[in-house]
T-cell receptor
């Protein structure tokens, strides 16, 4: 168990809908990262938050947004969903801003039908 | 931008034998970090081994070792005495040394390892 909790584990929805994925980082970790794993694109970095502030952006679509709350949990919001958004979404956390070890959650499997 | 390439989509190994997974990367940075992650059917991403580019000595973790060839930009993973529990997808990953890059990882496409009993 990595200590990173993601909910829900599975999510099935329809095109055009909006969903929210939730992540609770390891106790004490200030950085949260979101990654997407899809058949087409492989594993891609989406976005990073540190202590409530956005720190780095990767290949995140404009239809996607994220935030980190004062209690350090993070949410990834996906809107106007398309079939191609079906993927495994990982959250990971690390202690700080630097090069500490990264701990991954077990992911949320999103299926857009 | 950095890129990571894993040219072997799938590798098969007999239990107790050795298998080597290939990874090449492209970067203009002189210092960086390389990783191998394992993703079993449970989907959990598990860190297998880590290598700092400034270290000449190849990293080892029990039955897992790497062959890091900086000039060739090659980072292969050797799994010795393969066990059934080693069956998984293995991902090679690159991380910039720039502190601002944090833990933004660039992953390869993965290699599926099958272990035959």
């Amino acid at each position: 168990d990595s200590g990173v909790t993601q909910t829900p584990k599975h999510l099935i929805t329809a095109t055009g809908q909006r969903v929210t994925l939730r992540c609770s980082p390891r106790s004490g970790d200030l950085s949260v990262y979101w990654y997407q794993q899809s058949l087409d694109q492989g594993l891609q970095f989406l976005i990073q938050y540190y202590n409530g502030e956005e720190r780095a952006k990767g290949n995140i679509l404009e239809r996607f947004s994220a935030q980190q709350f004062p209690d350090l949990h993070s949410e990834l919001n996906l809107s106007s969903l398309e079939l191609g958004d079906s993927a495994l979404y990982f959250c990971a956390s690390s202690a700080g801003l630097g090069l500490e070890k990264l701990f991954f959650g077990s992911g949320t499997q999103l299926s857009v039908l | 931008a950095q890129t990571v390439t894993q040219s072997q989509p799938e590798m098969s190994v007999q239990e107790a034998e050795t298998v080597t997974l290939s990874c090449t990367y492209d970067t203009s940075e002189s210092d960086y970090y390389l990783f191998w992650y394992k993703q079993p059917p449970s989907r959990q991403m598990i860190l297998v081994i880590r290598q700092e580019a400034y270290k000449q000595q190849n990293a080892t973790e029990n039955r897992f070792s790497v062959n890091f060839q900086k000039a060739a930009k090659s980072f292969s993973l050797k799994i010795s005495d393969s066990q059934l529990g080693d069956a998984a997808m293995y991902f090679c990953a690159y991380r910039s040394p720039v502190r601002a890059a944090g833990n933004k990882l660039t992953f390869g496409g993965g290699t599926r390892v099958l272990v035959k009993p």
